[in-house]
């Protein structure tokens, strides 16, 4: 069922370390992980919950704005937001949030939503790879004061204040009625992220922070200053904003690890090793002696 009204949405992504090439050594005294000892991606369930913003604009209008909190390098998943046809982005980033937790990650998202306002829709993955917590999505809807719907899949109708979505869930399926504006945690299955538009990559491959020129400048030297670059961009509709901790109004206490009361207190790697083996001679009489094996032991009947 379609409607007349639309629909602006903002959705909350991060940029995690690839958690496939994890160690012991990515792993810092005081519990936090050294980032940059990782490769950096884009948080995959983040991808699903952009592609379900993207595609409510697409049927029923209004404007996507995707959010990260971040160090400057995570700059690279706003970039990718926009290949993939967002209308605006912002960088939340500030060396006082370094090492928050997820309360003091939602608290900081919750003033940038609140700050950027007029917003019917809030989009985030159901998790992170690098915490798996699935908390922070819940924790902004709290502190915002709005619903929120979990484990979303599916948007089934969205009609002038009220959402219906369906749910997936271990035991099967949910549809949950909602009254705007609400936060929605995306799962994995919800739908296939698009790919970066080869257009888009080249109307926005200059796109760029301000925290990042001093980097940029080292590639265009022709650019000369800070200064130089800055105007280019901004000329253009490149430059990317950065908010920062005072630009949001947040408090200090509230922010990186003094407003984080969960720290890691230690990491354990578990390693599977062959306790006991026994080799199986590849004929007929070794087959029929392992299956008997396996079911006096009553793990085949």
């Given at each position: 069922?379609?409607?007349?009204?639309?629909?602006?949405?903002?959705?909350?992504?991060?940029?995690?370390?690839?958690?496939?090439?994890?160690?012991?050594?990515?792993?810092?005294?005081?519990?936090?992980?050294?980032?940059?000892?990782?490769?950096?991606?884009?948080?995959?369930?983040?991808?699903?919950?952009?592609?379900?913003?993207?595609?409510?604009?697409?049927?029923?209008?209004?404007?996507?704005?995707?959010?990260?909190?971040?160090?400057?390098?995570?700059?690279?998943?706003?970039?990718?937001?926009?290949?993939?046809?967002?209308?605006?982005?912002?960088?939340?980033?500030?060396?006082?949030?370094?090492?928050?937790?997820?309360?003091?990650?939602?608290?900081?998202?919750?003033?940038?939503?609140?700050?950027?306002?007029?917003?019917?829709?809030?989009?985030?993955?159901?998790?992170?790879?690098?915490?798996?917590?699935?908390?922070?999505?819940?924790?902004?809807?709290?502190?915002?004061?709005?619903?929120?719907?979990?484990?979303?899949?599916?948007v089934v109708d969205l009609e002038g204040d009220e959402l219906v979505?369906?749910?997936?869930?271990?035991?099967?399926?949910?549809?949950?009625?909602?009254?705007?504006?609400?936060?929605?945690?995306?799962?994995?299955?919800?739908?296939?992220?698009?790919?970066?538009?080869?257009?888009?990559?080249?109307?926005?491959?200059?796109?760029?922070?301000?925290?990042?020129?001093?980097?940029?400048?080292?590639?265009?030297?022709?650019?000369?200053?800070?200064?130089?670059?800055?105007?280019?961009?901004?000329?253009?509709?490149?430059?990317?904003?950065?908010?920062?901790?005072?630009?949001?109004?947040?408090?200090?206490?509230?922010?990186?690890?003094?407003?984080?009361?969960?720290?890691?207190?230690?990491?354990?790697?578990?390693?599977?090793?062959?306790?006991?083996?026994?080799?199986?001679?590849?004929?007929?009489?070794?087959?029929?002696?392992?299956?008997?094996?396996?079911?006096?032991?009553?793990?085949?009947?």
């Amino acid at each position: 069922m379609s409607s007349a009204r639309t629909y602006n949405s903002i959705v909350l992504v991060k940029q995690v370390p690839d958690t496939k090439n994890i160690t012991g050594d990515v792993m810092k005294d005081d519990g936090t992980m050294n980032r940059s000892a990782l490769p950096a991606v884009f948080n995959p369930e983040d991808l699903n919950a952009l592609e379900m913003a993207l595609r409510v604009r697409e049927q029923h209008g209004g404007q996507v704005t995707v959010m990260t909190m971040g160090p400057p390098q995570a700059a690279e998943v706003l970039r990718e937001s926009l290949y993939r046809g967002a209308d605006q982005v912002v960088l939340i980033s500030d060396r006082k949030f370094a090492g928050a937790d997820t309360l003091a990650t939602s608290y900081a998202l919750t003033c940038a939503v609140q700050k950027q306002g007029d917003y019917d829709l809030i989009f985030c993955g159901r998790q992170a790879i690098d915490g798996d917590t699935a908390q922070v999505g819940p924790q902004t809807a709290e502190k915002l004061g709005i619903p929120q719907i979990t484990y979303a899949e599916t948007v089934v109708d969205l009609e002038g204040d009220e959402l219906v979505v369906e749910r997936a869930l271990p035991l099967g399926k949910e549809l949950v009625k909602c009254m705007l504006p609400c936060l929605l945690t995306v799962v994995s299955t919800a739908n296939q992220p698009r790919p970066a538009s080869a257009r888009k990559r080249i109307e926005y491959k200059l796109a760029a922070t301000p925290l990042e020129y001093r980097s940029l400048l080292k590639k265009w030297p022709e650019f000369g200053t800070e200064e130089a670059l800055d105007a280019y961009l901004e000329a253009r509709d490149m430059k990317l904003p950065v908010w920062s901790a005072a630009d949001v109004g947040i408090q200090d206490g509230n922010i990186g690890l003094a407003g984080s009361p969960t720290q890691v207190y230690k990491v354990n790697f578990v390693v599977l090793e062959t306790a006991e083996s026994k080799e199986v001679s590849a004929d007929q009489e070794g087959i029929a002696a392992l299956l008997e094996e396996l079911i006096q032991e009553y793990i085949v009947g």
